[in-house]
């Protein structure tokens, strides 16, 4: 049984930094496309970022800079480094694993991943 869950949400205010953390069981993240989408209130769930087994990561353009993923193999996780944060990022964030042949024209496409976790809630706000 595949399962995936995210931890390190939270409240904070802009400009600040959040990272968050996916543990991958019952699958082997070096092996698979990993990715984290977001859900605001009120608008359909979004792409944020990719990492497919070669270590290239991909992200939502206006993104690129200020987020990070990564992963590491030997805690089967991966990470969402989110750096200068806005209110805009409040959201519902959720990771989400996919084949090691995901192309990157379909890693922002939510149906060609086969599992997601719960989610976690962030909040940016003064």
Same mark, same amino acid.
């Given at each position: 049984?595949?399962?995936?869950?995210?931890?390190?949400?939270?409240? &904070?205010?802009?400009?600040?930094?959040?990272?968050?953390?996916?543990?991958?069981?019952?699958? *082997?993240?070096?092996?698979? $496309?990993?990715?984290?989408?977001? !859900?605001?209130?009120? =608008?359909?769930?979004?792409? &944020?970022?990719?990492?497919?087994?070669?270590?290239?990561?991909? @992200?939502?353009?206006?993104? =690129?800079?200020?987020?990070?993923? $990564?992963?590491?193999?030997?805690?089967?996780?991966? @990470?969402?480094?989110?750096?200068?944060?806005?209110?805009?990022? $409040?959201? &519902? %964030? %959720?990771?989400?694993?996919?084949?090691?042949?995901?192309?990157?024209?379909?890693?922002? *496409?939510?149906? !060609? %991943?086969? %599992?997601?976790? !719960?989610?976690? !809630? &962030?909040?940016?706000?003064?």
């Amino acid at each position: 049984q595949v399962q995936l869950v995210e931890s390190g949400g939270g409240s &904070v205010r802009p400009g600040d930094s959040l990272k968050l953390s996916c543990v991958a069981s019952g699958l *082997t993240v070096s092996s698979s $496309t990993m990715a984290w989408f977001r !859900q605001a209130p009120g =608008k359909e769930r979004e792409f &944020v970022a990719a990492l497919r087994i070669r270590n290239n990561p991909s @992200y939502r353009n206006s993104l =690129k800079g200020r987020f990070t993923i $990564t992963r590491d193999n030997a805690k089967n996780s991966v @990470y969402l480094q989110m750096n200068a944060l806005d209110p805009d990022a $409040t959201a &519902v %964030y %959720y990771c989400a694993a996919g084949s090691s042949r995901l192309i990157l024209s379909s890693l922002g *496409t939510e149906s !060609q %991943y086969d %599992y997601w976790g !719960q989610g976690t !809630q &962030v909040t940016v706000s003064t």
